[in-house]
């Protein structure tokens, strides 16, 4: 019983890390029409960057902001400089260049700090907390909860709550009459590029603690992770991405903790087939069969 | 007819240049012929009915797995029995691995397929990928096969009557290239017949071929099975040269690698794909050449990496302005006119 | 139409296949006429070696042939063995067998070693087994604990290095039980060979139910947190760790922040203390005092080897940081000086798998090398080593393992002569 708790609520939180990246993958997708298959090698530059940071100043936070404007900026750059030139004929050009950015990203990455995994610390203790002597998640694991949390609210305000939330939304289900109504289409793609990798940059950064350290594949297994998260969820869904992040977290805990961790992926992979077999649309998007 | 006088002719070409080699460089061509035929069938899948597979790399462990545990097991099976001194205990265990590596990768390219006929773009590129990542544990879960020591296959050494003649490694070369021209003419054969026209016609509109009669999932998995099966072929030809089948020959980068021979070749054209193979077989050979010069720090920042650096900008290159990759150099090949092509579905 | 459509594809093809000769054919040499013995003439002896310098496997081990290349300099340096300098080359595998594969073949017929020395990991050298054998390459001292290498009759010219994983964890358990008779000891390890070696030890020790938990872990997945969790909630005391250096830094981080001290008892392919300092941070490092290891060669500041070692560390290795990689990598150079100098003034292939069987090397260990025709891997004692007060040395405690388990055994330290160069006859 014990043991469940503790894997619960460790699942919960490495799920928190998986919903927010799958929310970042949900958020290009909403706004572009595209899985964007870069998006961990993009989400693991901006850490570089706040370690470099981090180490410069001692400061946690500063590396943190670091990351945040890294990530908004490289996405921004990505989309305005490569993905605007990828021709739109063929929706598989799109992935093939993804893939490209991610060889030069990663074999850049180790030409220029090494393969070593470099140790990056949490700011928080990651002692689990005890209530009534059963350990439940740390004050670090707390943390990621909360900023999960918080960045995902944030992101719901600005999508239903604002006019530049409407014109996003409007731009990415309906370009062409958007265009005629006056919203910028291309500036709402790029915007959702910004969003997108600063939160995947987010959710990379508050990975690598719980890891080995940092390294230029630290987040590849995230990344195919969360995109069986936002699968399941359903691409289109952002409350879909937060649901099912939270569950595959706790789906790879359990497996791990009774099973081995050898298990762990090819469990993914199952429930990732099952869902593309049984619902590829995601268990939460409203809208019928996808094609792009 | 003519395809088979052609498939011989460039095989014979083929065999014939393994005797301008040394052992080493047969050896490459042996490694690059295997990477070929999983090329091949990965650039028809692509270029033909639009479906991108990640994981052309574990289609290839696959074909590895069932070659090296099916010709390890006739191998033993036959042993002390008369069969065994003959040919035949050279033949038998050869032709049985191969038979075993289209057995295993077809049966995974057939579940993979009906799962691509159902899917489109991003989201079978995201399960092939999965399959990719869950490849070691899958190993290490599934008996038999050995963890990531990996199983060994049986060493196939060159027949008396040609041991005077040529080397182990130039005899692996032979076999490589026939493997592959077996994996690699049916593909040719396809592409030019109906089977090639229905999948154009899915991939270029599948509501219209549905209206033609073209059930577009069958279309789709059967692709992603011919396919599999070359690959499958092309991972016999690599169990055949090293003798050996490990998860951690067939990681993510490998099969990217895939990916990036078929891009830079020209996505569809089997010529390109042999470039691409080549390319991406000699390529980390020759920068580990040229970083061996280099200081020893910078030289072990470049190895492994420079090329892959490399392979990604020529990939993005050429997706953005050359989508017919190298294979374009060569004269083009007009595009099927509309007429023909809903002519032959019907 | 269709004509059309097919001629162009052969052309591309028979381009290709062109193209394809041409590109191979245009850097290929004739094979130079074979040398009596490959890699030896009257003065260089030529060996080869593979390594992960690139990828994720190098921060661990990309360290070792530097230092066994710069013990190699120290013997040039002071006149080579039997009057030969030994060249040694290193090709990077990144720890990928299919790399494996094609550097191996490439030491072999390009650059035509003597013998593959030290080829490092299990799965990468087990994929270039059988063709060592089957060219008859001298496959001497492979970096591994697997008991793969041990197969005489199988590859009479294969030689491990390691004491292999079953010794070590056997003596760590034995350890953990002569410490503390009410030990409740625990597993973790790699999900291959090396994790299940040190189970099989472990349970060799304290019996096949005496295994509190055991859990594994995958190199792709970096968080244990759920292992140490359930191995936390099994009550466990000792922890036996079948781990490389980054996972073992991972395993005792991990535990530290659940507020858990256990003891750590763990292989000596992850417990070398100055690697696992620079993975936890120096602020984190104490939570290493205590740390239980064993080994089987001099990794001690007290011993003269250790003294040499740096002296050749700094001379020829540019001063690298000195580690257990680098007394391994130059032990693992003295171990096939040794060998060479055993193996005649003549040396063929031959006479060293001859030299090396006729259990005449001593070695550098804490005991001297048990190899002979029947057994191919040489350590079968392993000596306790203990973190204190942020140094790690031997205690004086030892085990020998057989079939029968782990026995205490005494320390016996092959003595430094000569500068550390293979004395020839």
Known sequence: ?292 | MRLLLRAGLLTLLALGATFLLDPYRNYQLATATGVFAAVAGLTLLVGLTGQLSLGHGVLMAAGGYGYALTATRVESAIEGTPVADGVGGRLLPLLAGVAGALVTSGLLGLLLGLAAARLRGPYLAGLTLALVIALPSAASTIPGLAGEQGVRAPFVPVPDTLALLIATEQWHAWLAILVAACAVTPLVALRAGRAGLRMRAVHDDETAARLAGVDPGRVKAGAFVLSSLAAGLGGAVLAIVTQQVSPGAYGLGFSLLLVVAAVIGGLGSLGGAAIGAVLVTLLPWVVDQATAALPADLGHRLQGNLEIALFGVVVIVVTVLRPGGLARLFPDRKPFPSHVLSNTVR | MRTASLSSPRSVGTAAVLGLTAATALSACSTPAAAEVPGVTDDTVVIGTHQPLTGPAAAGFASISAATAAYFDHVNANGGIHGREIEYVVKDDGYNPANTQTVVRELVQEDEVFAVVNGLGTPTHSSVLDYLAQNDVPDLFVASGSLTWDQPEEYPNTFGFNADYVTEGAALAQYALDTEPDAVVCVLGQDDDFGEGILAGVELAVGADGVASSQTYSTADQDVTAQIGAMKEAGCTHNVLGTINGFTALAVGTAAQMDWFPRWHVSSSGADHPTLVEYLGADVAPVLEGLVSVNYLPNSPSSEWYELFSRINDEYNDGAPYTGNTTYGMSVGYQFAEALAAAGTDPTRESIVAAIESGELQGNGIAPLTYSAEDHLAHRTVRIAVVTDGVQDFTDEAYTVSEAGATPAEPAQVPLENEGIPVTE
């Open chain 1, 1 to 292: 019983m014990e043991r469940l708790v503790f894997l619960l609520s460790t699942g919960l939180a490495r799920g928190a890390v998986l919903a927010l990246f799958a929310l970042s993958l949900v958020i290009v997708y909403r706004a572009a029409r595209v899985v964007n298959f870069a998006q961990a090698a993009l989400a693991v530059v901006p850490v570089y960057v706040a370690f470099a940071i981090t180490s410069a100043t001692g400061s946690y936070w500063l590396g943190l902001a670091a990351a945040l404007a890294t990530g908004a900026l490289l996405g921004t750059v990505v989309e305005r400089r490569l993905m605007r030139l990828v021709p739109q004929d063929n929706p598989l050009a799109g992935i093939i260049v993804a893939i490209g950015l991610v060889m030069v990203l990663q074999a850049g990455l180790a030409i220029a700090f090494g393969p070593d995994h470099r140790p990056v610390h949490a700011p928080f203790p990651q002692r689990p907390l005890e209530v009534g002597g059963v350990g439940l998640m740390s004050p670090y694991d707390l943390f990621v909860l909360v900023v999960a949390a918080v960045v995902m609210g944030g992101l719901a305000l600005l999508f239903n709550r604002t006019s530049l939330g409407l014109q996003l939304r409007a731009a990415a289900f309906a370009p062409e009459t958007s265009r005629l109504l006056g919203v910028r289409v291309p500036r709402m793609v790029t915007l959702g590029w910004t969003l997108s990798i600063a939160t995947a940059a987010l959710a990379a950064l508050l990975l690598v603690p719980t890891g080995l350290g940092l390294d230029p594949h630290a987040a590849d297994v995230l990344f195919v992770n969360a995109f069986a998260a936002a699968v399941v969820g359903g691409l289109d869904s952002p409350a879909g991405a937060l649901v099912a992040g939270l569950s595959v977290g706790v789906l790879v805990a359990l497996v791990t903790g009774y099973a081995s961790a050898a298990a762990a992926p090819p469990a993914v992979l199952a429930l990732l087939t099952v869902v593309l077999l049984v619902r590829p649309q995601g268990l939460f998007a409203a809208r019928e069969a996808r094609t792009a």
